[in-house]
């Protein structure tokens, strides 16, 4: 399972953003496949896009190029180990620190892939989950939000050959 840091709690650190996690995954944990998502959800898109909109966006060097492109209205800031690494309308970075002190703001989206929620989770203060209610076959896994409060949950059955989903807003585990 994924376990929030207990309080090393970013909330009493100095100021920070907000850090939202924006994050689809399926009722096996999977989250990713070939690069891709592993299912096609135009209503889990628009949330996406409704979410996000004018928010900086943090994220894996691998989310980045999975992307079809840069998406509008947003910056995209890119965790990377590689220093030489960069792509047009990206903005690389080598750690949490830097990515949230680039970042700025009040808030910011934190959007995947599995490596980077692992490396977010001990700052996270609210997950925007989207349950996929399928077991695809994938090569990404992310582990359940065990011990986070759902605060919010809005279900859609399957239509059209597309599975049934639901938005689901999660709150921290109470500090220990
Ligand atoms: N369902 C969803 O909501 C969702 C969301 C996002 C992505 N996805 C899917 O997930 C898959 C990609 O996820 P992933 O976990 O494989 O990759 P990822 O988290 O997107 O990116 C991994 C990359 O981030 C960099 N990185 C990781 N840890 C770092 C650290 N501590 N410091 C600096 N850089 C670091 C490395 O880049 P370098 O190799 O360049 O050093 C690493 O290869 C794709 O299939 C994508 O479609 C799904």
Do not use: C
């Amino acid at each position: 399972m994924i376990a929030r840091a207990p309080s090393t709690a970013p909330n009493s650190e100095l100021a920070r953003p907000e850090i939202l996690f924006v994050v689809a995954r399926a009722d096996n944990g999977v989250i990713g496949r070939d690069g891709d998502l592993p299912w096609r959800l135009p209503a889990d898109l628009r949330h996406f896009k409704a979410v996000t909109a004018g928010l900086p966006m943090v994220m894996g060097r691998r989310t980045f190029e999975s992307l079809p492109g840069l998406l509008p209205g947003r910056r995209h800031i890119v965790l990377t180990r590689d220093p030489r690494w960069q792509a047009k309308g990206a903005e690389p970075v080598r750690d949490v620190l830097s990515a949230l002190s680039l970042a700025g703001g009040d808030r910011i989206a934190v959007i995947g892939g599995a490596e980077i929620f692992a490396l977010f989770l001990p700052h996270a203060d609210r997950v925007l989950l989207t349950e996929v209610h399928d077991t695809p076959a994938g090569d990404t896994i992310l582990p359940p939000f065990t011990g986070w409060r759902e605060t919010m949950r809005v279900d859609h059955p399957a239509e059209g050959g597309r599975p049934a989903y639901s938005f689901v807003t999660l709150l921290p585990p109470p500090a220990a």
